[in-house]
């Protein structure tokens, strides 16, 4: 028999299908005649997608301008200093 | 199999024109490691931001991470994907912010969470179907950075790593130093606490509990 306790511990394998599949029956089982597991176990479900749906914003161009200035600087002409292949190998 | 040229790089897959790029920044190339990096910065700014809390010290974190990365690129040997070893890269650089900005308790990562009690429900709702027909994209964006912000750093990062930037259990494990059994039972606070805020938004209107939808 599976507790709303059980259930409550095993719901990251089971929203992951992480789960073996006897355990996974038995949790499934549960939600569909346990109201509250199932309510806990969807809206868990949808939080975990609200996020993963959520786009990183575009960079503030200013930002994306300093990182590219600040790598064209550390490649600059002290570029293969330390290396083996300097800029002019080819 | 006589129609495939490997060699052309529009027939490559993803991975492996990825790859490539890599090849060509290890050699020194400047403008690949920056197309690399054009692919990855927003996500990673992203990251630094919601870890450290701060535009500052995400722009820190983005700028730093990035010029390690390209001093570095030769001890990556393509065993995992470059965002996974960049990210990795990025979270110390965030965990080291955080920790010089805040030098309390309430930044250990190894805290013992283990003698808490167990995991809290309180709001059991089930949602409005369709919340982005009440909130915009933008109001939902800060509803969601605003609950991730209350979690406590221990929380917050783990779920970022696991659910936000969708690395494994054990990339995640790798990255923080923890054991695989601490990022499980803190991504399932997370996951609570999180899924308890967003009920308190999302929530049904008008229906008291429970939509037994099955
Ligand atoms: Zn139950």
């Known amino acids: 028999m599976v507790t709303c306790k059980d259930f409550l511990r095993e719901l990251n394998d089971f929203l992951d299908e992480t789960t073996d599949p006897v355990l996974r029956a038995e949790l499934e089982k549960h939600i569909n005649e346990c109201p509250n597991c199932w309510v806990i176990c969807d809206t868990t479900r949808k939080t975990i997608q609200v996020y993963k749906g959520m786009e990183a914003q575009a960079l503030p161009d200013p930002i994306h301008q300093r990182l590219m200035n600040a790598l064209a600087k550390k490649a600059g002409p002290g570029k293969g200093g330390s290396g083996c292949c300097g800029g002019d190998a080819h | ?214």
């Open chain 2, 1 to 214: 199999m006589e129609n495939e040229h490997p060699e052309v790089s529009a027939a490559l897959e993803p991975a492996s024109a990825e790859m490539l790029l890599v090849e060509r920044a290890k050699r020194g190339e400047v403008a690949a490691f920056g197309e690399l990096i054009g692919k990855y910065e927003r996500r990673v700014y992203r990251m630094a931001r919601q870890i450290t809390q701060n535009d500052e010290d995400a722009e820190d974190v983005l700028q730093e991470a990035c010029l390690k990365a390209f001093e570095h690129l030769d001890s990556f040997q393509g065993q995992s994907k470059f965002y996974t070893w960049l990210t990795r890269i990025a979270v110390n650089e965030s965990l080291m912010k955080l920790r010089k900005r805040k030098s309390d308790r309430t930044v250990s990562l190894d805290e013992n969470i283990e003698t808490e009690e167990e995991p809290i429900v309180r709001e059991i709702a089930v949602w409005d179907d369709n919340p982005e027909l009440r909130y915009s994209q933008e109001e939902i964006r800060q509803i969601l950075d605003k609950a991730i912000d209350s979690l406590k750093p221990i929380f917050r990062t783990v779920f970022i790593l696991r659910d936000v930037e969708e690395l494994s259990t054990e990339e995640t494990a790798e990255v923080l130093g923890l054991s695989i059994a601490a990022v499980k039972s803190r991504l399932l606070r997370a996951r609570l606490q999180l899924r308890e805020k967003l009920t308190r938004v999302f929530k049904r209107k008008g229906e008291q509990i429970l939509g037994y939808a099955k």
